[in-house]
């Protein structure tokens, strides 16, 4: 009994031996990625980004590319691509016609938002930095920003998820930094004045101040007769010429007529200092008989000699004979 028992069990090992070598060299004969089997024959499936249709043999089937929007990822028998995932602009995702046939894409948020779970059901805005806060990690499809403050030497004057912290001016040559920038301001540039500037006003100012004192020195005191004074000097007016008078020489008799000649010369100094006028209607009668010069002055003659005596000459020879007899 023990004997049929264990020649039952070693059969049925047997059987299951031969059963699996068998299918072990049906399944070997045909590419489980590239190939199905029909009617134990091999047959070819479609690629990616294709369907199969229903007109073709197993030999060469009759594939078509997927319509927009849709996509397959492997080689299929299948007659229908797979839809790709929709993505709602209501819920800030990107709208696009995705032309991609061979894979799957995901909906990818709108500039500016990122996915608000790991799963992507929806896109919320990105945090944005203030005044004197840049981006130290700018915000993506998948990730929030995140802001840091403005070191020295830089600045942020914008609102923004994006804007990142920027260095302060440099003044480039010929300016000079007129006001140092902060966390929220640029520096500012200013530029520098040129000597010639400088010396032009240094001259303006020295001018100024020079006018300024000869019209003081002008107003002060007397200016009309300064001011004359210096027209006169600057134009070179000619000096009135004098006017030449004929004085006849007299020899004096006696003392009486020298002492009536010095009383007539201090009477006449008396009244005004001015020289012995002429009497044009009671001419001398030697002057008449002498005549005239061109110039219109008397002749008068001694011992038949002509002599012409001015009065500027007359009034001095006066002076001189009134010293001596004094």
């Given at each position: 009994?023990?004997?049929?028992?264990?020649?039952k069990?070693?059969l049925?090992?047997?059987l299951?031996?031969?059963?699996?070598?068998?299918?072990?060299?049906?399944?070997?004969?045909?590419?489980?990625?590239?190939?199905?089997?029909?009617?134990?024959?091999?047959?070819?499936?479609?690629?990616?980004?294709?369907?199969?249709?229903?007109?073709?043999?197993?030999?060469?089937?009759?594939c078509?590319?997927?319509?927009d929007?849709?996509?397959?990822?492997?080689?299929?028998?299948?007659?229908?691509?797979?839809?790709?995932?929709?993505?709602?602009?209501?819920?800030?995702?990107?709208?696009?016609?995705?032309?991609?046939?061979?894979?799957?894409?995901?909906?990818?948020?709108?500039?500016?938002?990122?996915?608000?779970?790991?799963?992507?059901?929806?896109?919320?805005?990105?945090?944005?930095?203030?005044?004197?806060?840049?981006?130290?990690?700018?915000?993506?499809?998948?990730?929030?920003?995140?802001?840091?403050?403005?070191?020295?030497?830089?600045?942020?004057?914008?609102?923004?998820?994006?804007?990142?912290?920027?260095?302060?001016?440099?003044?480039?040559?010929?300016?000079?930094?007129?006001?140092?920038?902060?966390?929220?301001?640029?520096?500012?540039?200013?530029?520098?004045?040129?000597?010639?500037?400088?010396?032009?006003?240094?001259?303006?100012?020295?001018?100024?101040?020079?006018?300024?004192?000869?019209?003081?020195?002008?107003?002060?005191?007397?200016?009309?007769?300064?001011?004359?004074?210096?027209?006169?000097s600057?134009?070179g007016?000619?000096?009135?010429?004098?006017?030449?008078?004929?004085?006849?020489?007299?020899?004096?008799?006696?003392?009486?007529?020298?002492?009536?000649?010095?009383?007539?010369?201090?009477?006449?100094?008396?009244?005004?200092?001015?020289?012995?006028?002429?009497?044009?209607?009671?001419?001398?009668?030697?002057?008449?008989?002498?005549?005239?010069?061109?110039?219109?002055?008397?002749?008068?003659?001694?011992?038949?000699?002509?002599?012409?005596?001015?009065?500027?000459?007359?009034?001095?020879?006066?002076?001189?004979?009134?010293?001596?007899?004094?």
């Open positions: 009994m023990r004997r049929t028992q264990f020649n069990m070693y049925l090992l047997l299951s031996m031969l059963m699996w070598a068998s299918m072990a060299a049906a399944q070997s004969r045909c590419d489980p990625l590239t190939q199905y089997e029909k009617n134990g024959q091999c047959c070819k499936m479609c690629g990616p980004g294709t369907r199969m249709s229903t007109v073709g043999t197993c030999e060469d089937p009759q078509t590319d997927c319509g929007n849709d996509y397959q990822d492997k080689y299929t028998t299948d007659t229908k691509c797979t839809p790709q995932p929709y993505c709602d602009p209501h819920k800030n995702f990107q709208v696009h016609v995705n032309k991609n046939k061979k894979e799957k894409s995901a909906c990818m948020c709108k500039e500016g938002f990122h996915c608000s779970s790991a799963v992507c059901i929806t896109c919320v805005p990105h945090t944005t930095c203030k005044q004197g806060y840049g981006a130290k990690t700018t915000g993506s499809h998948a990730r929030d920003t995140k802001c840091e403050e403005c070191k020295e030497g830089t600045f942020s004057d914008e609102i923004s998820w994006n804007g990142v912290c920027k260095e302060w001016s440099e003044c480039r040559d010929g300016y000079h930094v007129k006001q140092k920038g902060t966390n929220t301001t640029d520096s500012v540039c200013e530029k520098n004045q040129r000597k010639h500037v400088v010396i032009c006003l240094v001259t303006l100012v020295i001018v100024t101040l020079a006018a300024i004192s000869l019209t003081y020195w002008f107003c002060k005191g007397d200016a009309k007769e300064k001011v004359k004074v210096c027209v006169e600057c134009l007016e000619q000096k009135e010429q004098l006017t030449e008078t004929r004085v006849p020489i007299m020899h004096p008799t006696g003392p009486i007529e020298e002492e009536s000649m010095f009383s007539e010369m201090r009477s006449s100094q008396e009244e005004g200092c001015s020289g012995p006028e002429e009497n044009e209607h009671q001419p001398n009668q030697e002057a008449s008989a002498a005549g005239r010069t061109e110039g219109g002055n008397f002749l008068a003659q001694e011992n038949g000699k002509s002599v012409v005596i001015s009065r500027q000459e007359s009034q001095t020879q006066s002076f001189i004979d009134l010293a001596e007899s004094v």
